[in-house]
């Protein structure tokens, strides 16, 4: 125990040490990454509204940026220790944000039925009403490498979405549907095993 404590204590300095010696705007990347992310929506979804073969590419190509920033945000903050309560929030809000627009204008442009928009859309808001519920009581719930899985797979199937709508396509959104409903429930027992025993928060009322 007293070495396991050593080595998470040794970690911690390690991190602050990098943080400390990190160049400001490296600081403040991870958020400019994600803040790119968000921004970039807009486009990406009025060039598949335009829906033509290049526009549709370009989209995949610029959903395949805002992918590879999702992946560099995080390693830079845990690399740099410059990681924030914040940063964490903007960063869960904007893959999601970039997940639902994605769905709802597949759901227009009839590449996708609307039942797997709800099963996409259903798992996050469920998600994040149970992580606000958790964090009321002061408990903090990880969603898991089968969390981080599922946002994989989903940005793989929807971009072969959008490149093209072949029947291994429709496979790939299909199994990103069952690893997005997977983890969600993975997500649920977690968080009922941890609330065990606890006693029900006051209910609020209502907004």
């Given at each position: 125990?007293?070495?396991?404590?050593?080595?998470?204590?040794?970690?911690?300095?390690?991190?602050?040490?990098?943080?400390?010696?990190?160049?400001?705007?490296?600081?403040?990347?991870?958020?400019?990454?994600?803040?790119?992310?968000?921004l970039v929506i807009?486009?990406?979804?009025?060039?598949?509204?335009?829906?033509?073969?290049?526009?549709?590419?370009?989209?995949?190509?610029?959903?395949?940026?805002?992918?590879?920033?999702?992946?560099?945000d995080g390693l830079?903050?845990?690399?740099?220790?410059?990681?924030?309560?914040?940063?964490?929030?903007?960063?869960?809000?904007?893959?999601?944000?970039?997940?639902?627009?994605?769905?709802?204008?597949?759901?227009?442009?009839?590449w996708i039925p609307?039942?797997?928009?709800?099963?996409?859309?259903?798992?996050?808001?469920?998600?994040?009403?149970?992580?606000?519920?958790?964090?009321?009581?002061?408990?903090?719930?990880?969603?898991?490498?089968?969390?981080?899985?599922?946002?994989?797979?989903?940005?793989?199937?929807?971009?072969?979405?959008?490149?093209?709508?072949?029947?291994?396509?429709?496979?790939?959104?299909?199994?990103?549907?069952?690893?997005?409903?997977?983890?969600?429930?993975?997500?649920?027992?977690?968080?009922?095993?941890?609330?065990?025993?606890?006693?029900?928060?006051?209910?609020?009322?209502?907004?």
């Amino acid at each position: 125990m007293a070495e396991g404590t050593k080595s998470l204590r040794e970690e911690g300095t390690g991190q602050r040490s990098a943080a400390e010696g990190a160049p400001t705007w490296v600081a403040s990347l991870p958020n400019l990454l994600t803040g790119f992310r968000v921004l970039v929506i807009p486009l990406v979804i009025g060039l598949l509204l335009w829906d033509g073969q290049a526009s549709n590419q370009a989209a995949a190509c610029l959903f395949i940026v805002a992918g590879i920033t999702d992946v560099l945000d995080g390693l830079i903050a845990r690399r740099y220790g410059t990681g924030s309560q914040l940063g964490i929030f903007f960063d869960l809000v904007g893959d999601k944000l970039v997940v639902a627009a994605l769905v709802i204008t597949m759901v227009e442009l009839g590449w996708i039925p609307g039942w797997m928009a709800f099963g996409f859309l259903g798992r996050e808001i469920f998600v994040m009403g149970m992580r606000a519920y958790a964090g009321a009581q002061g408990v903090t719930v990880s969603a898991g490498q089968l969390g981080k899985m599922k946002m994989m797979w989903q940005y793989i199937a929807l971009n072969a979405l959008i490149w093209d709508r072949v029947p291994l396509t429709w496979a790939l959104v299909t199994f990103a549907l069952a690893m997005t409903v997977a983890s969600g429930l993975y997500y649920l027992v977690s968080v009922s095993r941890e609330l065990r025993g606890r006693p029900a928060p006051d209910v609020p009322d209502p907004v």
